[in-house]
């Protein structure tokens, strides 16, 4: 929660903080993507590597990545270093939030029942609902007190005492000092020749495009229309809430509806908010749009995490991971650059409206799949491989 928490804040606060020094909307574009460039690039080898020694170490690093990047932007102020802590800042939380979250849905997913693993990763991302409400809103109003600089200064402080946190309860975080077997590596993206597995990758990229114009997009155009910092972090965190409370009925959603219904949910509720944005620029109605996109997105990481470990091939479950996360930061490093660009020459209203015919197409696709898989399971899946858990790998 707090390594979230710090990468939902560094985010908003880091694009504020360069629009209110007079950086362009590219330039904050070229930072966000910057957030996601490092994890898009060592994602599948940091899944190997978690595979091999156990969430301990990849969660330490991955902490200090975060700690180390909060500091830069409060250490340094923009009139003497201008947009260059924050380019740092974002590569080093990013890598340092991929790490952490990757070792935790991997235990989660490894401790899960596999007959309600959906419903465990509702509760998961419970957490993550928790920080991305907190993260906004707190920052929002530290930005109106106190200043940017200062912001970054407390999120130094929460990351160092996760720091701390951490080590004084490392005997609870397993680690695996064996040997890992040593298997003849294939290319990652021969993976996506599993036609199950390929449709949950194409679903996570969809979310990840919608995830991530929502993010970059709304504080652009809060900061357009007129919102101030908390009033923004107030929208930010309309959306956090709603993930809290769709993630909270999910276990007995999955009880009534699959993994691909919801997902259907996700891609035409996301269309229909992307297509009402740029119709209103006061505070009240965007905070109504976002809550209804936060409902469709923050339902869709359960459903998709669930499907990716019952899709996973036999003895590649860390990989599939890895290439999700690969996925889903290509996806955060191209878009903003893309967006950006786009927010500069055509506005808003085009990066809005583009996503919103994406993700609408999408939602056709996945309902012509749905058709071809009754009950939402494939039925070209292979049969699920399951890992061995936590406790046997302590007791091995």
């Not at 990468?7 to 903080?17: D, E, I, K, N, P």
């Not at 091999?52 to 990849?58: C, D, E, N, T």
């Not at 905070?287 to 869709?300: D, E, P, R, S």
């Not at 967006?339 to 993700?359: E, H, P, Y």
Request: charged letters at 10%.
């Amino acid at each position: 929660m707090l390594a979230h928490m710090g990468l939902v804040s560094a985010r908003m606060t880091g694009s504020l903080y360069a629009l209110a020094n007079s950086a362009s909307t590219f330039t904050v574009g070229v930072m966000i993507a910057l957030f996601s460039l490092v994890p898009m690039l060592i994602a599948v080898r940091a899944g190997r590597w978690l595979d091999a020694v156990g969430p301990w170490r990849p969660t330490l690093v991955g902490m200090l990545l975060v700690l180390g990047g909060m500091s830069l932007p409060a250490l340094f102020p923009y009139a003497n270093t201008d947009v260059a802590p924050l380019l740092v800042c974002a590569a080093l939380v990013g890598t340092g939030c991929m790490l952490v979250m990757l070792a935790a849905q991997r235990m989660v997913g490894e401790y899960a029942d596999p007959n309600n693993r959906a419903a465990a990763f509702s509760w998961f991302a419970l957490g993550a609902s928790v920080s991305g409400f907190v993260g906004p809103v707190m920052s929002g109003a530290l930005i109106d007190g106190v200043g940017h600089r200062a912001t970054f200064a407390v999120l130094t402080v929460i990351a160092l005492l996760a720091v701390v946190a951490l080590w004084l309860n490392r005997e609870l975080l397993p680690e695996r000092t064996g040997e890992a077997k040593l298997i003849e590596p294939r290319h990652p993206l021969e993976l996506l020749s599993h036609p199950a597995l390929r449709r949950v990758m194409f679903a996570t990229a969809l979310v990840s495009m919608s995830w991530e114009l929502q993010t970059f997009a709304i504080p652009v155009h809060g900061s357009r229309v007129g919102l101030s910092a908390s009033q923004i972090g107030l929208v930010l965190g309309s959306f956090a809430l709603a993930t809290f409370a769709v993630r909270l009925a999910m276990p007995r959603l999955s009880r009534r509806y699959t993994e691909w219904q919801v997902l259907i949910f996700t891609l035409l509720s996301s269309s229909v908010s992307f297509a009402l944005f740029p119709f209103f620029s006061s505070f009240v109605p965007l905070v109504g749009i976002t809550f209804v996109l936060g409902l469709g997105l923050g339902a869709a990481q359960p459903n998709i995490m669930s499907l990716l470990y019952s899709r996973s091939p036999s003895g590649r479950l860390g990989e599939s991971l890895g290439l999700r996360l690969t996925i889903i930061n290509t996806s955060q490093v191209a878009l903003p650059l893309v967006l950006g660009a786009f927010g500069s020459v055509l506005g808003t209203i085009a990066m809005f409206w583009s996503m919103a015919l994406v993700a609408g197409i999408g939602g056709g696709v996945a309902l012509r799949w749905r058709e071809h898989e009754p009950g939402g399971a494939p039925q070209d899946a292979e049969p699920v491989h399951v890992e061995p858990t936590l406790q046997e790998h302590r007791s091995n």
